[in-house]
């Protein structure tokens, strides 16, 4: 079993930035590619980013590209989502999910672990 543990949202202004980390714990030397999604009132939950299991693929929804970066760092089981120039179209519930396969999945149903998710607001 892996659990998965968000940190990092809060308020932001517009223009402004948040860096997100996810944490897992468990079974998790075993995980392969990780991502972000993120899910606003009364909308599907949204593909935001991904990485795989080395960092040397990574993968952006249209919506964030050149705005937010994903990375990783295997040895503190820790992935980052930092994410700049942000929007009140930003504003969501961003969760992290991680699968055992090592490949791009941007479907939600493709994942499977989950953490609990963190809000993220950003004011206009």
């Known amino acids: 079993q892996v659990e998965l543990v968000e940190t990092g949202g809060g308020l932001v202004q517009a223009g402004g930035s948040l860096r997100l980390s996810c944490t897992a714990s468990?079974?998790?030397?075993?995980?392969?590619?990780m991502g972000w999604f993120r899910q606003a009132p009364g909308k599907e939950r949204e593909f935001v980013s991904s990485i795989t299991w080395n960092g040397d693929n990574t993968y952006y929804a249209d919506s964030v590209k050149g705005r937010f970066t994903i990375s990783r760092v295997n040895a503190k089981n820790t992935m980052y989502l930092q994410m700049n120039s942000l929007k009140p179209e930003d504003t969501a519930v961003y969760y992290c999910?991680?699968?055992?396969?090592?490949?791009?999945?941007?479907?939600?149903?493709?994942?499977?672990?989950w953490g609990q998710g963190t809000q993220v607001t950003v004011s206009s």
């Open positions: 999910a991680a699968k055992y396969g090592n490949a791009r999945y941007d479907s939600p149903d493709a994942y499977d672990y």
């Open positions: 468990g079974r998790s030397f075993s995980l392969g590619t």
